[in-house]
């Protein structure tokens, strides 16, 4: 798993002091306290996010204050309160104590907030220590400092985007050309034994777009009931947004068939299950078939018709020559884009 990672220090607002004064005005004789309260000083607040997808803005910006409150006035008026500053961190954040290493809290669903450094109270002027026997009171309160914490915020990158087919099919040699990602490849099954993920750039600043694809272990029929390395693993891409799934169009896969391959391993994403919920049946597919450097034909036909009929994207690559790929690339940009980008 790739994680993100920033630490931050965070100090809110100092609350305003309370103010020692009397009222003084013609013909009001020992006008009696008139000292306002101080203003709260202003919280930190953090608050989750859809708009953004890593912690890289606190990398160069690890301070944030809230603003202090205001002092107390005469005739009784009280300080303004400070204003409050929001952090935004990416859904799936979770937030800990630097000093103690203690899970503060996980932002899970977008506008989740909390106050993670709380303003100082202001402080009482003089107005409010005034009794029956002490009517001129001198008395008033400093505004409390506002509270000062330290935290980590780690962040999971989650897959964007999910690689799905038969071992050998090809997912490990096209993460490795899309992205920095160095997974092992090789002409045997179940060369990958856990998820790989892969950073994808497409585009120049400012237009650039980047998402995160996950490879993982290949599939067998079977699978579900713990044939090859099982399903566990597809838990890894439960979250993503949309399927690739990579069919070997050429003879090296053994079977005669890439439309029946294609069948058996949609049969398998459907039964798999975590809990009572099927998340990967109903997702959004490509069909890719793959090694067309060395297709066979009539596979490469089939599969083609057969993604057609199903009206499902279909794409055609060959790692060797890099025919498709920045199409694919490209088109999984289109994909993910989401409608508040357009704007
Ligand atoms: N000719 C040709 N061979 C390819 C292409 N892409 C991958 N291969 C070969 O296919 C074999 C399997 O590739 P991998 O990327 O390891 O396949 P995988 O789907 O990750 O396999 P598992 O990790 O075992 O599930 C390797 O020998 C690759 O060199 C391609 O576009 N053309
Ligand atoms: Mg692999």
Redesign the pocket.
């Known amino acids: 798993m790739f994680i993100d990672e920033a630490k931050i220090r965070v100090k809110a607002g100092d609350g305003g002091n309370g103010c020692m004064a009397f009222r003084r005005e013609k013909f009001v004789p020992r006008g009696g306290p008139s000292g306002g309260d101080g203003g709260r000083g202003g919280d930190v607040v953090m608050e989750a996010s859809q708009s953004h997808n890593t912690l890289i803005h606190f990398r160069y910006n690890p301070e944030h204050k809230g603003q202090r409150g205001q002092h107390g006035m005469g005739s009784n008026c009280s300080g303004f309160d400070g204003d409050s500053v929001i952090l935004k961190v990416p859904v799936g954040t979770s937030l800990f104590d630097q000093e103690t290493g203690e899970l503060v809290h996980d932002f899970q669903t977008p506008g989740d907030r909390l106050v993670i450094a709380k303003g100082g109270r202001g402080g009482r002027g003089n107005q409010h220590f005034a009794t029956s026997t002490h009517q001129a009171p001198r008395e008033h309160e400093l505004g409390r400092p506002g509270e000062e914490r330290n935290y980590r915020l780690e962040l999971k990158l989650l897959a964007d985007v999910g690689l799905v087919g038969y071992p050998n099919a090809g997912?490990?040699t096209l993460i490795s050309v899309i992205s920095a990602a160095k997974?092992k490849?090789a002409d045997y099954p179940f060369?990958?034994l856990e998820p790989n993920l892969g950073v994808v750039t497409v585009g120049e600043e400012p237009d650039q777009q980047s998402y995160v694809v996950a490879?993982v272990p290949?599939l067998i029929e079977g699978a579900h009931l713990g044939q090859g390395l099982g399903t566990q693993f597809l838990r890894h891409i439960e979250r993503t947004k949309v399927l690739v799934h990579l069919v070997d169009v050429s003879d090296a896969s053994g079977r005669p068939d890439a439309v029946e391959d294609f069948k058996v391993i949609n049969n398998e994403l459907a039964s798999f299950y975590s809990g009572d919920e099927n998340l990967l049946a109903g997702k959004p597919m490509i069909v890719c078939a793959t090694k067309i450097d060395a297709a066979n034909p009539e596979k490469l036909k089939k599969l083609a018709a057969h993604a057609k009929r199903r009206k499902l994207e279909f794409h055609a690559i060959s790692a060797v020559t890099g025919q498709g790929i920045d199409d694919l690339k490209w088109s999984l940009a289109r994909h993910l884009r989401r409608p508040e980008d357009e704007a």
């Open positions: 997912k490990s997974p490849i060369t990958t490879d290949g």
